[in-house]
């Protein structure tokens, strides 16, 4: 069965940081895109990085630019997001994505395109 869980959430004051996991299983993590997405209560969900199969190429929109950071470790099946410097308005249940085939990485961040779904983790930034 094909899987994505997320962990690593929590409540954190402003200016903290967290590192969010998401580990794959029923299929190989490396030919996929990877993609983070949080939604508010009440807001649409917001693509906030991508990572392309191979790591190299990423994207960030432009709230997190500077202080959040996507890598995978395709040996370990997980990618990871490390959120530095977190604000109020970070608080988001925090999801990550799969997609085997995309033409842009921007496109699956901005589109919320992807194959699989994780079922969140809670990220709470206190001020």
């Known amino acids: 069965q094909l899987q994505l869980v997320e962990s690593g959430g929590g409540l954190v004051q402003a200016g903290g940081s967290l590192r969010l996991s998401c580990v794959a299983s029923g299929f190989?993590?490396?030919?996929?895109?990877?993609?983070?997405?949080?939604?508010?209560?009440?807001?649409?969900?917001?693509?906030?990085?991508?990572?392309?199969?191979?790591?190299?190429i990423t994207y960030y929109t432009d709230s997190v630019k500077g202080r959040f950071t996507v890598s995978r470790d395709d040996a370990k099946n997980t990618v990871y997001l490390q959120m530095n410097s977190l604000k109020p308005e970070d608080?988001?249940?925090?999801?990550?994505?799969?997609v085997k085939t995309i033409p842009a990485i921007r496109i699956m961040c901005v589109s919320a395109v992807a194959d699989h779904w994780g079922q969140g983790t809670q990220v709470t930034v206190s001020s």
Do not use: M
């Open 91 to 98: 608080t988001s249940v925090y999801y990550c994505a799969a």
């Open 28 to 56: 190989t993590l490396s030919s996929y895109a990877i993609g983070w997405f949080r939604q508010a209560p009440g807001k649409e969900r917001e693509g906030v990085s991508c990572i392309r199969g191979g790591g190299l």
